[in-house]
């Protein structure tokens, strides 16, 4: 790396709307659901969230990670606020990674990976971001990513905006 290439910034100017936000201390991967039993809570849904939402099903959705550490960091998801996976019910256990196949097949397919982080952080302690209501990442990784840049610099770089990648993914969630 040149000595001018050290200096040069990092943009990340989507973050600055979340950073000056007033924060609500709702959970945001609540009120995801969109069907009969659940218009109340689905009217009350943030609408850019709506935006990365690539999948719904009947106890699992599928979510863009907001903040995420590569291009393609999906959150799968239960509708139902637990914290933790023993309370998943044994149908939201088998639609979870039935789903969880199906989203690593999609992303091999459009994005080539070459690899995955797979896994649940639960509690705080743990690295979870919302100790309180459970998620499944699926990080796809690629030889010589930029690895390094969280663990040194606190730093992610992401080349490619969460609605770009929503719309070439929806594509293909629509299709299941």
Known sequence: MKNSDAKRPIWAPWRIDFIRSEKDNKCFLCNKQNNSNNSANYAES???DEKIVLYKGEHIFIILNRYPYNPGHLLL????HISDISYLTKEERVEIMDLLIVAQ???KKEMNPDGFNIGFNLGSAAGA????????????RWS???NFMPVIGNIRVVPESLEATAKILKEYFQKI
Not at 77 to 80: A, K
Not at 129 to 140: E, T
């Open 144 to 146: 010589g990513d930029n």
């Open 105 to 107: 097949d999609i992303i």
């Open 129 to 140: 971001g919302v100790a309180d209501h459970i998620h499944m990442h699926l990080v796809p």
């Open 46 to 48: 943030n609408e850019e």
């Open 77 to 80: 998801s239960p509708y139902r």
